[in-house]
C-alpha cells in the first residue's frame, strides 16, 4: 500500500482534529479529564509538562477555571461529496472548571468544535459537549458519579459508516456510576452506565435516509476484581472484569426484525501498576450477544490491552490492542467486531517541544465483509508559554473495504492554541 512507501508511520496522539481520519469509537469522544469519563492513561512525557508551561488556570475562591480555544487551518485530501479535497478552518473553544476538598473533587466541562470546509460549504458542521462528573468519599469506598451530552455528527470516513453526502448529526446522554473499596489486597469495583442515543436523518447519493432505526437506549453493569498476587502493595495484579449488557431500540423500521439484545463479557488478565520504567495491562476473554429476533447472535473472543515503557525521562512508549462488539449502522446487520491497536511514542525533543510517533489499525469485522483502516501520523507540539501552545499534525490514512472501493486520505493541520 501506499501508506508503507512514504513512512516509517507517525502519530500524534491527541492533538488531532475531531473529525481526523480514524475509527470514531463513542469512547473518543468523551471529555478525557472529567471523572467518570478520564482515560487514567499514566504519566507520560505529554502528562508531565513543566512547571513553566503548564496551563494556567483563574482562581474563583476555592475553584480553578481553565478556559482555552484552538483555531486551526489545514487540508483535508477526501473530504465528503465525491472524495474531493478542501481546506479547513476549525475552531474548538472550551471552559473546565475544577473544585476539589478534602473528601471530594468535582470536574465540569463545555467545548464545541466548529469545522468549516471552505471547498464544500454544504457539509460544515458544529459539534458540542458538556460533561461534569466528580468523586466522593462514602462508607469507605471512593465513589464517581458522571453525566454527559454529546452533540456529535458522524462522517463517512468512520468505520462503519455510510457514504453520506453530509455529516449525520446523533447525540449521546450518558449517566455513569462506579465505587471502589479501600485500597487493599483486594479491591472491589462495581459500576453502571446507561446510555442514549439519538441519530438525525441522512441524505445518501441524494435519497433522504432516516437513521431514527438506530436510535437506542444501552445499559451496561459491570463488576471489576482486582487482587494483589503477592501482598497488598504488590504492583502485579490479577483482573476480573464481568460486565453484562442490554440494548432496546425504540424506532424500528416497520418490517425490519427487533434489534433488541442481551448479553456481556468476562475477562481474566493481569497489570503492573507503572513503576518508573513499565505499566501494563493484559485481558483476554470473550463476549457476546443474543438478539430477540434474527440476528445472527455473537459470541467472539475479545480483548483488552495496553503497555507503557518509559526508557528514559524523555521518552515514552505506548501500545494498545483491544477488541470488542460494536452495533452496526446496517438494519441488515445486528452488531460487528471492532479491533483497535495502536503503537505511538512521545519524545520530549527539548523540554518546550515535543514529538509523538506512531501507527493505528482500526479493523470492523461484519458478517461477510470487513474494513480496515491503516493510519500513521507526525506532529509537533511547541509549548509556547503557559498560555499558549502551537502545533502542527499529519495524519495519512489507507481506508480499505470488502464492499466498497478503496481510498486515501490525507490531513494536515497548523493549529494554535490559547488557554489561561
Sequence with gaps: MRLWKILPVVVLYGLLPARSA??????????????????????????????????????????????????????????????QPSWIVETAPSVTL???DTGYSVTAEASADDIRYLDGPGISDTDWTAAVGGTFDLADCAVTAAVAHLALHENDTALDAAQYDEPLSYAVNTLRLSAQTPASRLTIQPSFDLSQYEFGSATIGGVAASQAYRDRVVAEAGLTVSYGIKEYDDPNRALLSIEPDAGHYPNQTLGEPARDYAGGTVMLGVEHDLDGVWGWRIQAGAGGRVYRSSYENQFVPLMDAAVTWQPNERTTWHAALFRQIESAADEGEGDYVATIGGVAMDRELRRDLILHLGADLDRADFTGASETFITGRVG????????????????????????????GEDVFMLSMTAGL
Aim: no cysteine.
Design 22 to 83: 480514524r475509527a470514531q469509537l463513542i469512547e473518543t469522544a468523551y471529555p478525557s479529564d472529567v471523572p467518570g469519563f478520564d482515560t487514567g492513561q499514566g504519566v507520560s512525557v505529554t502528562s508531565r509538562i513543566q512547571t513553566d508551561t503548564a496551563w494556567h488556570e483563574i482562581p474563583l475562591g476555592a475553584e480553578l477555571l481553565h478556559p482555552e480555544v484552538t483555531e486551526s487551518i489545514g487540508h483535508d485530501s477526501a473530504i465528503l461529496a465525491g472524495r
Design 98 to 100: 475544577n473544585a476539589k
Design 380 to 407: 509537533l507540539q511547541w509549548l509556547i508559554s503557559p498560555v499558549l501552545r502551537a502545533r502542527a499534525t499529519l495524519t495519512l490514512t489507507d481506508h480499505q473495504s470488502s464492499t466498497a472501493t478503496p481510498f
